[in-house]
């Protein structure tokens, strides 16, 4: 089995901090999602993960007016500039101090950053032919007095205004303006956290922390805002004309100096105040703001989860709505106007609103609080996941949006699983109930409980979906329900500590329960037949998660001694054993005291699940690795790192004594002060933030891990949030059964030379196992010719044609044709398939998913024709109508003037 998985998508976490944008085509939101963006195509109802990842959380963002570069800045002041084209980073600058905004000038030739109490000027990226280095800088702009916090340009690019903390916004000119220096507006009480300009002039929206907004009105145009050259002569002085024939010189008209052109300084009056304190009523304050300059709307946002929709500059008020109780951290408008984009760091939700019908475009919210679990429908085509919040979300994995949510557990969400139909997913949580859930109708239908409150820890459903089993935590006994009836079936009593896990298999004949628990024992349950017919395995440490292999001749523990051990299921004998302790990695959280090498010591993975085809074990905990070994020869596959994320703890291994300081650790102190969520008091004599406060840093952690049963992406619960990790087939070269003979030349000549044999040419393409070479060969056999090939096709090379014909349904246009592929060749060779399911489930589970996937497509491509025949339809009776109404009209309106015309006569 091959392990070229890359990473994907990242689902579960739609927005993080930092500001939203919008692409120029109005169809992308950008999003940062942690040290990742995520990118939401809102036509093509799609969400994908950039696959670039910096060392800490980025805080703001900028996009050039084309579309093709975006600018990201992190918390620790390191910008990566990205292009959007070919989705990598083409550069890496350190500011080495916190950058609150960034923004591009209208015209994208430079961009300008705040940078602690000044503004730098950047030459855009491509602008400059001979120039390396993206981030030239042109000037530094000073006049501040603290930390400048915001910045926009604007219509021309001739100037731009600056918001700080010193509660004042400059104007600034880009070049020397002899008529515009640095001009100064006060008038604010609190910090000022934006300032736009209105189109196509200087006046000027500024609104504070306080939500204190301020119109500004310039007596100059942008027109009259005279722009010197760089190196503009200076003009010659006249020499005055002598008429020969007069003593007198000749008259001249008089001229003012160029001085006092020059002198005319623009000048600015605050021409209105407003206070959203008065509709906010209470003491929220102002979290986020943005202008739209061509419609004139304002859009505030407050951390009550308040915003306001004004229209300018007369303050009308539009829209008055809330979206919770949580602050507005980002708001942002399209380049038309009619979408403003929302986004909520305490919630994690992430919101497209069509303002005037009033309307959502994107509704998207992800776990608020940690996820816990995850589990994948039995074709992949799903994904559910649990949190500690007590919600239980469905995503779709190839759109990677969550289309519905179930809020019915009143605790933290331990354990899922879909039936084997698909059709229900069954979830445990800690308020004591195990729930099921309708994949159809999207409903809690069946709800199980014990006779006595207990905490459920794991779940386990068995392969018919017929019976429930899930393992309590404080009472230390399985219970087992019918998930048909609701009734509790049995009571298994036996571990003597909480229960750790729990799952079914199919032993031969038998089919088999077993649990794992903190007593250092596996007991195996034969539920089906006694009830009193167990088996006790010791396993010499505390046990933290159990698994079936999907045969069910195998049996996997991971124990807190970090040793994953395999058994026997009937024999109940040790069969193997893996030491894992050195993959764990060595990681140490903020305030340890000591080295990695010591705080790693009483960690382990906690998590693990075989692959599909049972060759590897995935396995995961508190760690940032994930690692993959191989359940034969017990040895490490392959080692992922799950985040680069410094922003979280556990990323260092050893100690650093210039983060220590008399007041603590240094990361853990709140050190900006501008945390709207929280009033804070600082202490005598400090300057920048409280050193006594600390904040909350979450430690990366891996809760679960699930093997796709397509077998061709993986999943993981981590503090990032639900990471999916797939193959790229199109880049990963693996041949089959090659030798020296067969290349893609012989191969073309097998289909288009003189000694035609597509038969040997498909075979010949299979074992070179090139999908582009496939597909020509595949798509140059006439269509009755493919049963013939198909009933002669060696068996080794029937899987490798099913999992190719499952790919092409996905991305090929030639659906009819594959699916004939594909049905020929089921039932020429259905039988020996038959005779090994177990080994070929992956493949079957591919082209289940792209059929439903397809089929889908097709139902909302149909539905979306027959509403538009529909519409047709009526709109054709409705002219008829009409124009036989007007034709009746004039009818009698011809008929009563001859009558008319008659009795003239």
Not at 222 to 239: C, H, T, Y
Not at 867 to 884: H, P, R, W
Request: negative net charge.
């Amino acid at each position: 089995m091959k392990f070229a998985y890359k990473f994907q998508n990242l689902l579960g976490t739609v927005y993080n901090q930092g500001n939203i944008l919008f692409t120029p085509d109005d169809n992308t939101v950008l999003s940062p999602v942690g040290n990742r963006i995520s990118a939401f195509d809102l036509k093509r109802n799609k969400s994908q993960t950039l696959p670039v990842e910096c060392h800490k959380s980025f805080t703001c963002t900028a996009l050039s007016p084309n579309g093709v570069i975006l600018i990201a800045v992190a918390e620790d002041g390191e910008a990566l500039v990205i292009s959007l084209i070919s989705k990598t980073v083409l550069h890496k600058h350190r500011f080495n101090r916190k950058v609150y905004d960034i923004q591009f000038s209208p015209d994208g030739s430079r961009f300008a950053v705040t940078f602690q109490n000044d503004v730098q000027l950047f030459t855009a990226p491509g602008q400059r032919s001979v120039d390396f280095n993206p981030f030239h800088l042109e000037r530094v702009f000073f006049g501040s007095h603290d930390e400048t916090t915001c910045i926009d340009w604007t219509s021309d690019s001739k100037c731009f205004a600056v918001g700080a903390k010193d509660m004042n916004t400059r104007v600034y000119p880009v070049k020397r303006c002899p008529n515009l220096g640095v001009y100064s507006l006060g008038g604010h009480s609190d910090i000022v956290l934006h300032c736009f300009f209105a189109k196509d002039s200087l006046n000027l929206y500024s609104l504070s922390r306080s939500g204190q907004l301020c119109i500004w009105a310039c007596d100059t145009s942008l027109a009259d805002l005279w722009v010197a050259e760089e190196n503009e002569p200076e003009e010659p002085e006249e020499v005055p004309e002598v008429d020969p024939l007069s003593e007198f010189p000749a008259a001249k008209e008089p001229r003012l100096p160029v001085e006092e052109k020059k002198s005319n300084k623009i000048a600015y009056t605050k021409s209105a105040r407003h206070y959203y304190r008065d509709l906010t009523k209470d003491h929220s304050t102002l979290t986020s703001a943005c202008f739209h300059k061509t419609t004139k709307i304002l859009v505030a946002g407050f951390s009550n989860g308040s915003f306001f929709l004004h229209e300018m500059p007369d303050f009308t008020l539009i829209h008055s709505l809330s979206l919770g109780e949580q602050s507005i951290t980002a708001a942002v408008f399209n380049r038309r106007g009619d979408w403003l984009a929302l986004g909520t760091t305490g919630l994690g939700q992430l919101v497209v609103w069509e303002w005037q019908s009033q309307c959502f475009v994107l509704k998207q919210q992800g776990h608020y609080d940690q996820l816990m679990t995850l589990t994948y429908s039995p074709d992949g085509q799903y994904l559910a996941t649990g949190g500690s919040d007590g919600k239980v979300k469905l995503w779709n994995t190839s759109s990677g949006f969550c289309f519905v949510t179930f809020n019915e557990h009143t605790a933290s969400v331990t354990a899922l699983q879909f039936t084997h139909s698909g059709k229900a997913v069954i979830s445990s949580s800690l308020d004591g109930t195990v729930r099921a859930f309708d994949t159809t109708r999207y409903r809690n239908f069946r709800t199980f409980t014990s006779p006595r409150p207990a905490q459920f820890s794991c779940l386990a459903v068995d392969p018919s979906g017929d019976v429930v089993c899930a393992g309590s935590q404080d009472s230390f006994e399985l219970f087992v329900w019918s998930v048909q009836t609701g009734r509790l079936l049995e009571i298994l009593s036996g571990h003597e500590a909480p229960i750790s896990g729990v799952a079914f298999g199919n032993a031969g004949e038998n089919q088999l329960l077993v649990s794992s628990s903190w007593d250092q024992t596996v007991r195996v349950w034969d539920i089906f037949k006694s009830k009193s017919q167990q088996e006790s395995v010791r396993v010499h440490s505390e046990a933290l998660a159990v698994a079936f292999r999907p045969d069910g001749n195998e049996i996997a523990v991971c124990d807190l001694n970090c040793r994953i051990q395999f058994f026997d299921p009937v024999s109940t004998q040790q069969i193997g054993i893996i030491e894992a302790k050195a993959d764990l990695g060595r990681f140490r959280r903020e305030d340890d005291l000591v080295s990695g090498k010591t705080a790693s010591k009483g960690r382990a993975f906690t998590t693990l699940c075989y692959s599909a085809d049972g060759m590897a074990i995935l396995v995961g905990g508190k760690s940032k690795y994930i690692c993959v070994y191989h359940t034969k020869e017990h040895v490490l596959l392959r080692r992922f790192a799950v985040s680069k994320n410094w922003s979280f703890t556990g990323m260092t291994e050893f100690l650093s004594k210039r983060t220590n300081t008399e007041m603590g650790q240094r990361g853990l102190m709140d050190l900006d002060e501008d945390d709207s969520d929280r009033q804070k008091l600082s202490l005598p004599g400090v300057r920048s933030g409280d050193m006594a406060s600390r904040h909350f840093k979450p430690e990366v952690t891996v809760y679960s891990v699930q093997f796709s049963p397509t077998g061709q992406s993986w999943a993981a619960c981590s503090t990032e949030g639900l990471m999916i990790y797939s193959t790229h087939t199109e880049d990963l070269f693996d041949p089959f059964d090659l030798d020296p003979s067969i290349t893609p030349a012989s191969t073309r000549a097998l289909i288009s030379g003189p000694s035609r044999d597509p038969g040997r040419a498909l075979i010949m393409a299979l074992r070179l196992n090139e999908n582009k070479l496939v597909a020509e060969v595949m798509e140059s056999i006439p269509v009755h010719d493919i049963a013939l090939i198909s009933e002669n096709l060696p068996d080794k090379y029937v899987t490798l044609l099913l999992n190719f014909s499952a790919l092409q349904l996905e991305n090929s246009r030639h659906f009819e044709f594959y699916l004939n592929w594909i049905k020929t060749t089921l039932f020429a060779h259905g039988q020996k398939l038959k005779s090994r399911s177990t080994t070929i489930m992956p493949v079957l589970h591919s082209l289940q998913k792209a059929l439903i996937r397809k089929k889908e497509d097709i139902l909302r491509i149909t539905q979306r024709n027959v509403s538009n025949l529909e519409y047709a339809q009526s709109v054709f009776k409705l002219t008829l109508e009409a124009g036989n109404s007007a034709s009746d009209g004039k009818d009698s309106d011809s008929v009563d003037g001859e009558m008319e015309e008659d009795e003239e006569d």
